[in-house]
């Protein structure tokens, strides 16, 4: 390997890893850092091994990344009663929970979903099942998106060595 291949291969690990990150962090956008990767690096390398189709398929599979992060919040969420204030509580919950880590970010979607749906109006037991249905979808759908992003950095490594 040269030395433009190392420092393309360290950027795109560095971007995986931001991205895989991302899926616990809803202020980085993990799908699309782990795409970014991938670009960085066949720009970098001359996109040896990397066809259209491949990108083609690595976009699909970054945009059903997100799909599932929205979907499984807000589904659980709606199960249990809760609207669109819980799952944008949920979120916010999440973010400050990180200040508070490792348990922060248990709690944290939890709380943000409960005090969303308090200050739009709901009545503190609906604003509980809410919040409980936030804190279910958010962290249910986290194994998908996990599975996703290492079937992507996995696709990755098998197309470019």
């Known amino acids: 390997m040269s030395g433009l ?5 360290i950027i795109a690990l560095l971007l995986f890893i931001t991205g895989v990150v991302g899926s616990f962090v809803p202020v980085l956008p993990g799908a699309p850092l782990i795409l970014l990767g991938m670009i960085i690096y066949g720009a970098m390398t001359g ?11 690595q976009a699909f599979l970054a945009l059903a990344i997100m799909g599932v992060d929205y ?7 709606r199960y249990f009663g809760g ?4 799952f944008y509580g949920a979120m916010l919950g999440l973010l400050a929970g990180l200040f508070f880590a490792p348990v922060g970010l248990l709690v944290g979607p939890f709380a943000g979903a409960v005090v969303a749906e ?10 509980l099942r809410a919040g409980l249905g936030a804190f ?11 599975l996703l992003e290492a079937a992507m950095i996995i696709w990755f490594f098998i197309v470019s060595f």
Request: glycine share 16%; aromatic share 16%; net charge positive.
């Open 5 to 9: 291949e190392i420092a393309a291969l």
């Open 47 to 57: 996109f040896r091994g990397m066809t259209w189709w491949f990108f083609a398929g």
């Open 71 to 77: 979907l499984a919040s807000a589904l659980g969420s």
């Open 83 to 86: 609207g669109k204030a819980a």
């Open 118 to 127: 308090l200050i739009f109006g709901r009545k503190a037991d609906q604003a």
């Open 136 to 146: 279910i979808g958010f962290w249910g759908g986290l194994p998908v998106k996990l």
